[in-house]
C-alpha cells in the first residue's frame, strides 16, 4: 500500500523561509517521479514543483523558480521543497504526489498524493 505522508510548512512570515517533507512508503522511491502541487481557497490545485526518478533533474512552476528547491533522499524515501523568499499569495494547502516513470507537471498523471499540509504566509 503506497503512503505520501507530508510534513512541515505551518505560519510562516513574508520574506521567510520554511521547508515542508514528503516520506514515502509502498513503493520504489527511485523508480518514481515525485511532485509537489499545492491548493489555495477557491482555486485549482496548480504545479509547484518536480523531480524525475533518472537523474534527479528538477522542474518548477513559473511563481516559484528562483524561490523554491525541490529535492530527494532516495535512502530516506523521503521528498522536500525549501520555500524561501515566501509571498502571502503562496500560502496553501502543499501535496506531495507520486508518479511511476517519467516526470509530469499533469496534475492528473499523477497516481499516488498525500494528504497535505498547510503554508500560511502572513504579510
Known amino acids: 500500500q503506497v503512503q505520501l505522508v507530508e510534513s512541515g510548512g505551518g505560519l510562516v512570515q513574508a520574506g521567510g523561509s520554511t521547508r515542508v517533507s514528503c516520506s514515502a512508503s509502498g513503493l520504489t522511491f527511485s523508480t518514481y517521479a515525485m511532485g509537489w502541487f499545492r491548493q489555495a481557497p477557491g482555486k485549482e490545485r496548480e504545479f509547484v514543483a518536480g523531480?524525475?526518478?533518472?537523474?534527479?533533474?528538477?522542474y518548477y512552476g513559473d511563481s516559484v523558480k528562483g524561490r523554491f528547491t525541490i529535492s530527494r533522499d532516495i535512502f530516506k524515501n523521503t521528498v522536500y521543497l525549501q520555500m524561501n523568499s515566501l509571498k502571502p499569495e503562496d500560502t496553501a494547502v502543499y501535496y506531495c504526489a507520486a508518479r511511476r516513470g517519467t516526470y509530469t507537471n499533469t496534475r492528473t498523471e499523477y497516481d499516488y498524493w498525500g494528504q497535505g499540509t498547510q503554508v500560511t504566509v502572513s504579510s
Open positions: 523531480i524525475s526518478w533518472i537523474g534527479g533533474s528538477t
